[in-house]
């Protein structure tokens, strides 16, 4: 079963911020936390992984609570092409990668 | 340029004719791995391999069987194919760096396999 809770669905304006939640309260200290997308049909998209402390690339930025029992994907500027199913996803090494039923994102121009 | 090559893309067969879908990487990848994406259920694991000549079984093995001959490639096969076996199937490949290490994985663009 997947370690994470996320919204089924969320709505975005183009050009805001996608903030993304994502629940995690049962996360072991070795667990990263790893963010993919999958867009219609294609094959997942790796977004960004995170430990501990806040991360950034180009794609995004990973927000982890002190805790480390939820985090937030940011996308800066959303895009229509942006419009994707999100996984959020609690990894330990090359433990297989646990899909759950992700967040269905819809940036609307 | 990286990637995971899958081939084919698109497949329709009859039951019981077996079958292989290929994949290929260019990354020098230890780990690969097969998905079956179905509506409702997700993305589910078929089988792994953390390198040559080692592979396990994931969450959904029956029907299927790999083998892992070359680090770069992958192929799934289908002895006796069913209409179950009707879905969306992925390779992913990645880096093996042991407990404790993140590392991303990499995606083949699907294969759409149909049985009739």
């Known amino acids: 079963d997947a370690k994470t809770t996320q919204p089924p669905s969320m709505d975005c304006a183009e050009g805001r911020a996608a903030n993304l939640p994502c629940n995690h309260s049962?996360?072991?200290?070795?667990?990263?936390v790893y963010w993919y997308r999958q867009i219609h049909s294609q094959g997942p998209q790796y977004i960004i992984h995170?430990?501990?402390n806040n991360e950034t690339n180009e794609m995004a930025s990973l927000i982890i609570t002190e805790d480390r029992k939820s985090s937030t994907l940011i996308l800066p500027h959303a895009t229509l092409r942006d419009t994707a199913v999100y996984y959020c996803?609690?990894?330990?090494?090359?433990?297989?990668?646990?899909f759950g039923k992700g967040t269905r994102l819809s940036v609307i121009a | 340029e990286a990637q995971v090559t899958q081939n084919p893309r698109y497949l329709i067969t009859v039951t019981g004719k077996k079958l292989t879908v290929t994949c290929s990487q260019n990354?020098?990848?230890?780990?690969m791995s097969w998905y079956r994406q179905d509506p409702g259920l997700g993305l589910r694991q078929i089988y792994y391999?953390?390198?040559?000549?080692?592979?396990d079984k994931g969450d959904v093995p029956e029907g299927y069987k790999v083998s892992r001959k070359e680090k770069r490639n992958f192929p799934l096969i289908l002895e006796s194919p069913s209409p179950n076996q009707t879905s969306l199937y992925f390779c992913?490949?990645?880096?093996?760096?042991?407990?404790?290490?993140?590392?991303?994985?990499?995606f083949g663009q699907g294969t759409r396999l149909t049985v009739v």
């Open positions: 391999s953390m390198n040559v000549e080692v592979t």
């Open positions: 996803i609690v990894r330990a090494g090359n433990t297989p990668l646990v």
């Open positions: 995170g430990l501990k």
């Open positions: 992913a490949s990645s880096l093996s760096r042991g407990r404790g290490w993140g590392t991303e994985a990499f």
């Open positions: 049962t996360i072991s200290g070795n667990e990263y």
């Open positions: 990354m020098n990848h230890e780990y």
